[in-house]
């Protein structure tokens, strides 16, 4: 891992983000993007500032939905932290793979309201290629030279997790030097935050929005619909160490599994998340003990943070007490296709520097909620080994175990 871009509710890019989660600033706040007049949900985590026209040309911008513009923020960031320079002679051994779990709902939404009030002639021309989800790829792609395997998952809150997983693969089975990955999301919308308020699955503390996301905490309601982008540049070893890019840490492990029991509930023993866990310690050829960190999906759900906590103890037992265990969703909100690829690119920063990031808002002990998830203040831990967990609705789990590199 040469080069993390981190576009987020608490910061403009991985340096801004960084110090905002170290800080346990919430990027929660009321909606701006839409009047929330009726809805339940009047709160999530925007990206705040973000000036498209600082990557993009003017002419261009009409043709892409907000996540494509998040993705090419995050990744020239990305790009230019690992100096990756897609020459013509590296161009086909360069790929790119970025998830999104909605894609371009804002576009949809837009393009159907011109279609209600204007009729099929007042549909873009632009419509398709600005909302499907595999154009952040695409463009991503077009904009760095990038010609090698090119790729999208779409896989719920596991998307870009998968992504970042599946281009690991790539680069192990010599199918590519380097792979532009991660994902991104921004369906902050009246459909998306509808469709979820809908579901029950939101928080409604409308009134204290900045506690709102409270992962592990007795009084969580739901979780906070946020928005951003997360890239990271993966290269094999022996292509980074000829060209001194800067190694941040390594990619060691990856699992995944499906839970086959309902369609948006996890399983009730945690068995998906265990085994997605299990797989990515059996790939990276480890021991239980050897984590020192784990970035736990912690959505702030009543069911998710019970589960999860369940699994992690049946994965590692009596070590599982002593594992600092976090979830950035309590500052970030939830990415949804994006988190994964956001908190792997935290996960970096956290064995680069040493230091995890709190879980914040955790303020009243949940007794099914037992492990140590730092609460509400960093922690200088020495680490070696991190795992991300990313699971996502329709029973898909994905697990990403990185280590710090020492040369």
Same mark, same amino acid.
């Given at each position: 891992m040469t080069g993390v871009g981190l576009l987020t509710a608490v910061g403009l890019d991985t340096a801004e983000s960084w110090r905002s989660l170290l800080a346990g600033k919430s990027g929660v706040a009321p909606i701006t993007h839409f009047d929330t007049t009726g809805f339940s949900v009047s709160i999530a985590a925007e990206v705040k500032g973000f000036d498209p026209y600082q990557f993009i040309e003017k002419k261009e911008l009409k043709k892409m939905g907000r996540f494509i513009q998040f993705a090419l923020a995050a990744a020239q960031e990305a790009v230019q932290q690992s100096r990756l320079q897609i020459t013509p002679d590296i161009a086909e051994r360069v790929g790119v793979y970025i998830g999104? &779990? @909605? #894609?371009g709902f804002d576009v949809i939404e837009r393009e159907h309201l011109a279609l209600i009030q &204007? #009729? *099929? =002639? =007042? @549909?873009? *021309? !632009? !419509?398709i290629p600005a909302s499907i989800v595999n %154009?952040?790829? &695409?463009y991503v792609s077009i904009r760095h030279g990038a010609k090698g395997p090119n790729s999208a998952t779409c896989t719920a809150c596991s998307s870009s997790a998968h992504a970042v997983g599946d281009s690991f693969k790539l680069i192990q089975r010599c199918a590519a030097d380097a792979v532009i990955c991660g994902g991104s999301e921004a369906a902050i919308t009246p459909m998306g935050v509808g469709g979820f308020a809908a579901m029950r699955a939101l928080s409604t503390r409308n009134h204290e929005p900045e506690k709102a996301s409270r992962p592990f905490d007795r009084e969580r309601d739901g979780f906070v619909v946020g928005e951003g982008a997360g890239m990271l540049i993966l290269e094999g070893l022996d292509f980074a160490l000829q060209r001194g890019a800067p190694i941040l840490a390594e990619i060691v492990g990856y699992g995944m599994s499906g839970d086959a029991f309902h369609i948006t509930a996890p399983d009730e023993t945690g068995d998906g998340a265990m085994r997605a866990m299990r797989a990515t310690l059996a790939d990276a050829e480890i021991v239980p003990e050897q984590v020192s960190y784990i970035n736990a999906h912690g959505t702030s759900t009543p069911y998710n943070d019970r589960l999860e906590t369940m699994a992690i103890k049946k994965v590692f037992g009596d070590h599982a007490y002593? @594992? *600092?265990?976090s979830s950035t969703k309590s500052m970030t909100g939830h990415l949804l296709g994006g988190a994964g690829g956001l908190e792997a690119g935290i996960t970096v920063l956290a064995l680069r520097n040493q230091i995890v990031p709190p879980t914040m808002n955790l303020e009243f002990p949940d007794p099914d909620c037992d492990l140590d998830y730092v609460p509400n203040q960093p922690r200088k831990v020495e680490l070696?080994?991190? %795992?991300?967990n990313s699971f996502g609705f329709g029973g898909t789990n994905a697990a990403l175990l990185l280590k710090r590199y020492s040369g």
């Open positions: 999104s &779990g @909605i #894609g &204007g #009729g *099929p =002639r =007042r @549909i873009s *021309p !632009f !419509f %154009l952040a790829s &695409g002593k @594992i *600092p265990v070696e080994y991190a %795992l991300s």
